[in-house]
């Protein structure tokens, strides 16, 4: 567990959260940035850097707590639907290195708007990629 992990102090006890749910496997918080209102982080219990470092039993953990979550936000909140986010490095935005999940509730009339749009793309070049990526 790395000292200067906010999300390893914040499981230690050692920072304040508005923990909304825990199992023995994560907790999930209040995000203090919020997107919308009711947007919550899912946190394993396990330290791992990002996605791709943590094992796949705590993603497991992760995505179940995740859909308890949305589940409570939506039935509390009355959201109208929900968005799961993870960001896997510095360039996707990741800003705290301890593997999260933000979970965040969605109105019909709330004001996000995610950037970047879905681009229509050649099929021949999709075909080309699937192939690089496959070999």
Known sequence: MPDDCIFC???EG????ARIYEDEHT???LDINPWT?????VVPRNHSRDLLDASDEDLA???AASKRV???LRDKLSADGINLLNSCGEAAWQTVFHLHMHVIPRYVDDPLRLPGRPQQTDP????????EIRA
């Open 9 to 11: 102090k914040i499981l």
């Open 14 to 17: 050692e920072l304040p959260s």
């Open 27 to 29: 907790i999930a918080f």
């Open 37 to 41: 209102r009711g947007h919550s982080l």
């Open 61 to 63: 953990h992760v995505i």
């Open 70 to 72: 949305a589940g409570l």
């Open 124 to 131: 021949e070049e999709l075909a080309e990629l699937a192939e």
